[in-house]
């Protein structure tokens, strides 16, 4: 079965600092990657996604993630964070077929320290 | 382009009342999915509907109900509210161009449940 591991609840860094969230993944074929953002009280907005080709993935606000198929990892990056980058950050699967659906991961609180 | 709209957003109900929350999209969208989400879980998938007239289960679907009567509207009924009930529901929206395609789903703000 597909699942996506978080293995950071909780993440603190200092404005300015570089950011690596991780994320692992399960799933038998190659996987379609999401990255999600959640603001405080709002929904979900894509960051950026991952479904074929270079395997280093820009997306927006400044955020990368890279592709990596032997440690079964899309880590997302990014070199400058800023206060606003405030947010919960979730990983998510997607196994296409004939539904679409999506495997979210736990997610992963990030402060940003001033 | 309002993309995915929820309401309402935030809602107290008492144990056994019933309620609906309501889902459009305005992307003609064939795909539909409902979430909760809740403190530490991420999210689950409630129900999901391919396209108007076809509904499915997803991985927590006691204690609700869907229709999907047009491609724009998938409201989420509760039929007895439980306080097992009470989290943040997003409902969102993709149009996978052929089967077998994924592509990027769309949230909505989330409506806000308290069952008290």
């Known amino acids: 079965a597909q699942s996506v591991t978080q293995p950071d609840i909780h993440i603190t860094v200092s404005e300015g600092a570089s950011l690596e969230l991780r994320c692992n993944y399960s799933?038998?074929?190659?996987?379609?990657l999401f990255w999600y953002v959640q603001s405080p009280g709002q929904g979900l907005q894509l960051l950026l996604k991952?479904?074929?080709?270079?395997?280093l993935v820009q997306g927006i606000k400044g955020f990368e993630a890279e592709f990596k198929r032997s440690q079964s990892s899309f880590n997302l990056r990014k070199p400058s964070v800023h206060w606003s980058d405030a947010a919960e950050y979730f990983c998510?699967?997607?196994?296409?077929?004939?539904?679409?659906?999506?495997?979210f991961g736990t997610g992963t609180l990030l402060a940003v320290q001033p | 382009n309002a993309g995915v709209t929820q309401t309402p957003k935030f809602r107290i109900l008492k144990i056994g009342q019933s309620m609906t929350l309501q889902c459009t999209q305005d992307?003609?969208?064939?795909?539909m999915y409902w979430y909760r989400q809740d403190p530490g879980m991420g999210l689950k998938l409630i129900y999901y509907?391919?396209?108007?007239?076809?509904?499915d289960k997803g991985e927590v679907p006691n204690g609700y109900n869907v229709s999907r009567s047009t491609t724009e509207d998938f409201p989420l009924r509760l039929e007895l509210a439980a306080p097992s009930q009470t989290s943040v529901y997003f409902c969102?929206?993709?149009?996978?161009?052929?089967?077998?395609?994924?592509?990027?789903?769309?949230f909505g703000p989330g409506t806000r449940l308290l069952v008290l």
């Open positions: 509907s391919v396209g108007a007239g076809i509904t």
């Open positions: 799933y038998g074929a190659t996987p379609y």
């Open positions: 969102a929206s993709s149009y996978p161009r052929s089967v077998g395609d994924q592509e990027t789903q769309y």
């Open positions: 998510a699967v997607g196994a296409g077929g004939a539904t679409n659906k999506l495997i």
């Open positions: 992307m003609n969208h064939n795909y």
């Open positions: 991952y479904f074929s080709g270079d395997t």
